[in-house]
């Protein structure tokens, strides 16, 4: 048995291996060409040659840190399409039979395929939670640094924090190369839902203290005096605007800079802990947090994926192949794979919409392929 298992997962590592350096040298291509548009520019997009200007070298290095991301994405459909190819090849070349009557039987069979699944869902599962969120943040970074800030949107970044008496709402309008918050707007409510005040800044900092440092800014101040009442007048509230300039002011906020960069980069780039603890915060302070926790589930679910694309590929080498026939199923691995990448998002913004439960979304496409390859498994082994 040491001898088969050494001869199937020797096979099996080296088409999966031959299949994601394939497709990763597409998306490098593919990337790389996109980037081609920037070069020569500077941050504000105008034609320099200078030294803050975006060249051939930084687009390469941009690339290469978006290889982790594509590499997080392609593991379960190289781990389908790797052993798809392996166990017909097998069967095509009359391997398989002669291992089976060696005593190589189904559950067996499948047993390895499981053990060799659960060693890339373990891969999948670091590659997405720790390299790709390190890597992709250095490439945002490293754009941001020649082509200008991260911005989402026109509007920035919305955040909010409910504090012992009063409760704020926060706008980012972007986050510069240096890790800076930029045009930052802090708007503070009492108790009763009223204005108190409005802090506007350029820049603003993260202190080592839970709080932001804002500099160079207006604060805008309400206060509503109650009125005394005459013999012939109703009471009137009077209001007072005050506007102060501010060199520099320290807010004390619990938003970190990790909330900050799930509110402003894309959330299933980040890991699965600094997601946990955004959508903590979001339900902390009343604000809905389905799509978070869609994409907390789908980074649950989605390494787990690798053991159903083994179990998918098992009944390959149970077919009997014509000469050439090898191709066609190959082929027919690929759009599997492709399929479960497209329903893996589709059911995400399903779920988004509809408010489905967000574990729920998150896992469908998983449970309905394996209960694919599950009855696949049945029919074609168990019950030939």
């Not at 497709?23 to 593919?30: M, S």
């Not at 800044?201 to 109650?226: C, H, K």
């Not at 759009?335 to 779920?351: A, D, E, H, P, T």
């Amino acid at each position: 048995m040491k001898t088969i298992r050494r001869l199937i997962y020797g096979e099996v590592l080296a088409s999966i291996a031959f299949v994601a350096v394939g497709f990763l040298a597409l998306f490098f291509f593919f990337d790389l060409v996109d980037e081609l548009q920037y070069l020569g520019k500077n941050a504000a997009g105008a034609v320099s040659s200078d030294a803050n200007t975006y060249q051939i070298r930084h687009a390469l290095l941009y690339v290469a840190l978006l290889i982790p991301s594509h590499l997080y994405e392609l593991v379960p459909i190289s781990v389908l399409i790797g052993t798809i190819f392996v166990m017909a090849r097998l069967a095509q070349s009359s391997e398989y039979t002669i291992l089976r009557t060696s005593g190589l039987e189904p559950w067996r069979a499948l047993r390895l395929l499981l053990t060799l699944g659960a060693i890339f869902v373990v891969v999948c599962f670091a590659i997405g939670d720790y390299v790709a969120p390190a890597a992709d943040r250095a490439a945002q970074l490293l754009k941001a640094r020649y082509q200008g800030r991260i911005t989402i949107g026109q509007t920035g970044a919305w955040l909010k924090e409910k504090q012992a008496y009063n409760s704020y709402v926060v706008n980012v309008g972007a986050l510069s190369a240096d890790n800076e918050m930029q045009a930052v707007r802090v708007f503070e409510f009492d108790n009763k839902g009223l204005l108190v005040s409005i802090t506007q800044s350029a820049i603003a900092r993260f202190g080592s203290d839970d709080s932001w440092q804002l500099e160079n800014g207006t604060r805008t101040e309400f206060t509503v005096r109650p009125g005394q009442a005459s013999s012939s007048e109703a009471a009137r509230d009077t209001a007072k605007i005050s506007i102060n300039k501010i060199a520099q002011f320290r807010w004390p906020t619990g938003i970190s800079a990790e909330m900050v960069s799930v509110a402003v980069l894309k959330p299933e780039r980040m890991s699965t802990i600094d997601l946990f603890a955004y959508i903590r915060h979001l339900n902390a302070n009343g604000q809905t947090a389905q799509r978070y926790e869609i994409e907390f589930w789908k980074k649950v679910f989605y390494p787990l994926s690798c053991l159903v694309m083994v179990v998918l590929a098992l009944p390959f080498a149970y077919l009997h192949f014509r000469s050439g026939g090898i191709a066609g199923y190959v082929f027919g691995g690929v759009m599997i794979g492709i399929s479960f990448f497209l329903l893996n998002n589709v059911f995400g913004y399903i779920g988004n919409l509809q408010n489905w439960q967000p574990w729920l979304a998150a896992a469908a496409p998983g449970l309905l392929y394996t209960a694919i390859s599950l009855g696949a498994f049945g029919w074609l082994v168990l019950r030939r």
